[in-house]
């Protein structure tokens, strides 16, 4: 059961290239979560999904997109990077039912920079 | 608005007691976690609450007060290792899948 997992784990672009982050869970977690760590900002909500095939804006979206094509995968597309976008990108995911279940689990995180 | 609110840094010495405090203000509440993260590291799960009191784990106690908007999470017996960041989330009552976070505070034991 390796839990949440995340690739790459570091990365370098220049702006205006694109990439995608992969996370995935093998916990049959009905949520996932993509959040952005900046310093001193805590977590931000980029995106999530509570269910295969379905998708919705968090806080952050702008110049992000996202897709849960099967329950265990959640990616984050960057289609233009920005030195905007240099932070550290965690994945989370959710079971559905309630009481302890329902904290999130994190991926260890991307660490992105745009130059 | 949404706000969580957390100190920035605290300092403490090793076997003592900390006690770092959150508040917020939120549209609705349906919960209220505590996470640890160590630098370079992703949060993981200390503890939840949802009624009003005291819920205690090992070192780790966190109380709620939901008519206050106040929380606080209580580390006994502090060891090094505690050294980390401490994350007060919300969960959002108008929308039971996310959770609102605060900004985090970073604690540091010293010998």
């Known amino acids: 059961n390796a839990g949440v997992t995340q690739t790459p784990k570091f990365r370098v672009l220049k702006t205006g290239q694109s990439m995608t982050l992969q996370c995935a869970q093998d916990?049959?977690?009905?949520?996932m979560y993509w959040y952005r760590q900046d310093p001193g900002m805590g977590l931000r909500l980029i995106h999530y999904?509570?269910?295969?095939?379905?998708?919705a804006k968090g806080e952050v979206p702008d110049g992000y997109n996202v897709s849960r094509l099967k329950k265990q995968n959640f990616l984050l597309g960057l289609e233009s990077a920005a030195p905007s976008q240099t932070s550290v990108y965690f994945c989370?995911?959710?079971?559905?039912?309630?009481?302890?279940?329902?904290?999130?689990?994190f991926g260890p995180g991307t660490r992105l920079t745009v130059l | 608005g949404q706000n969580i609110d957390q100190p920035t840094e605290m300092t403490a010495t090793e076997g003592a007691i900390v006690q770092i405090n959150c508040t917020y203000q939120?549209?609705?509440?349906?919960?209220l976690f505590w996470y640890q993260q160590h630098a370079g590291e992703a949060p993981t799960f200390l503890s939840y609450?949802?009624?009003?009191g005291l819920e205690e784990k090992g070192r780790f106690s966190s109380f709620l007060s939901r008519s206050k908007g106040y929380s606080y999470l209580l580390l006994k017996e502090l060891q090094m290792k505690d050294s980390a960041s401490y994350l007060c989330?919300?969960?959002?009552?108008?929308?039971?899948?996310?959770?609102?976070f605060g900004s985090g505070t970073r604690l540091l034991v010293r010998p």
């Open positions: 916990m049959n977690h009905e949520y």
């Open positions: 939120t549209s609705g509440f349906n919960g």
């Open positions: 989370a995911s959710r079971l559905v039912r309630g009481g302890r279940a329902n904290t999130q689990y």
């Open positions: 989330a919300v969960r959002d009552g108008d929308s039971s899948y996310k959770l609102i």
């Open positions: 609450n949802v009624l009003d």
């Open positions: 999904s509570v269910g295969e095939g379905t998708t």
